[in-house]
């Protein structure tokens, strides 16, 4: 079965440092990984998605993430931290069991960026 | 918000009551879903309409039934619901539910409280 996990249940990083949400997956057949960000009192919204081609995916509000296949993980990152990107983020992965597309999501990781 | 609206953003109600929670996207997609998101759990997911079929069902109790009129509409109709059943419940909407590439777009949520 296809699974993510997200090792951190909290990440706190200061304004303009660099930040990264860690993700390792696990999937039979090709992986195809999504970020999504929920603020509060939100729904989650898309950020990026890993299908194919280049390793480094850049997405939404500067983010990007890179695939590594041998470390089977796919962190995101933002080079300079803003307090406004404090929310929980969520790893994704596809799963076609049954025939159909549906999202297999992690627990989440909240994000605190400290002034 | 991404053009997925719920209603209403907040339901309080006993065991005995019956309600419904209203979704309503105005992307033009396929597929819609349903999912749970509990504190410090993962999202699970519900159900799943593909072009108004139901594909899938979760093991979801019986107390949670779901209905899609047309592509832009779902509901998921509470009776006899518990404590336990508290919680955010998300809708989601995507192109098709059997492509691979597609993201879905969410709802800012029901929030839940069963008394």
């Known amino acids: 079965a296809q699974s993510v996990a997200q090792p951190e249940d909290q990440v706190n990083v200061a304004e303009g440092n660099p930040l990264t949400v860690k993700c390792t997956y696990s999937?039979?057949?090709?992986?195809?990984l999504f970020w999504y960000v929920q603020y509060p009192n939100r729904g989650l919204q898309f950020l990026l998605k890993?299908?194919?081609?280049?390793?480094l995916v850049k997405g939404s509000y500067g983010f990007e993430a890179e695939f590594n296949k041998s470390q089977t993980s796919f962190h995101l990152k933002k080079p300079s931290a803003l307090v406004s990107d404090s929310a929980l983020y969520f790893c994704?992965?596809?799963?076609?069991?049954?025939?159909?597309?549906?999202?297999?999501f992690g627990a989440g990781t909240r994000l605190a960026v400290h002034p | 918000e991404t053009g997925v609206t719920q209603t209403p953003r907040h339901l309080v109600m006993g065991m005995t009551n019956k309600k419904s929670l209203k979704c309503e996207q105005h992307?033009?997609?396929?597929?819609m879903y349903w999912y749970k998101q509990s504190a410090k759990k993962p999202l699970e997911l519900m159900f799943v309409?593909?072009?108004?079929?139901?594909?899938e069902n979760n093991s979801v109790p019986s107390r949670f039934s779901p209905e899609c009129p047309n592509s832009s509409h779902l509901f998921l109709h509470l009776h006899t619901l518990q404590p336990e059943d508290s919680a955010l419940y998300l809708c989601?909407?995507?192109?098709?539910?059997?492509?691979?590439?597609?993201?879905?777009?969410f709802g800012p949520g029901t929030r839940l409280t069963v008394l």
């Open positions: 989601a909407s995507s192109p098709q539910s059997g492509s691979a590439y597609n993201e879905q777009f």
């Open positions: 999937v039979s057949g090709n992986p195809y």
């Open positions: 890993y299908i194919t081609g280049d390793n």
């Open positions: 994704a992965v596809r799963d076609i069991s049954g025939g159909y597309n549906k999202l297999i």
């Open positions: 992307l033009g997609h396929n597929a």
């Open positions: 309409y593909n072009f108004k079929e139901q594909t």
